[in-house]
C-alpha cells in the first residue's frame, strides 16, 4: 500500500512535520475522495486515521492532512468542491 493509501501513516511522513488536517471524514472513502481531489489540483496531501481502525472502521477519524503552507488553498478547493456538487 502506498503511503498516501497507508490509513496509519503516522505524523511527519511525507509532508513533513508542519502537517495540517483540513478535513475530517468518518469514511475512508470520502477521506480518500478529497485528497484525491486535492492531488488532482496540484496540493499534496495524504489521509491518516487517529483513532482505532478496523472493523468497519468504526472507531476512526480520518483526516485528510496537507502541508501547512498548502492550507489556504486546500480549504478554498474544497469549499469550492463542496458547493458545485450541493448545487
Do not use: C
Amino acid at each position: 500500500m502506498s503511503p498516501e493509501n497507508d490509513h496509519s501513516t503516522p505524523p511527519g511522513r511525507g509532508l513533513g512535520t508542519t502537517a495540517t488536517p483540513v478535513f475530517t471524514s468518518q469514511q475512508t472513502m470520502e477521506a480518500d475522495i478529497v485528497r484525491g481531489m486535492l492531488d488532482a489540483g496540484g496540493i499534496e496531501a495524504e489521509t491518516w486515521s487517529v483513532g482505532v481502525t478496523g472493523y468497519g472502521n468504526t472507531l476512526a477519524t480520518f483526516q485528510v492532512m496537507v502541508r501547512a503552507e498548502d492550507v489556504e488553498e486546500a480549504k478554498t478547493l474544497i469549499d469550492a468542491i463542496a458547493e458545485d456538487v450541493s448545487g
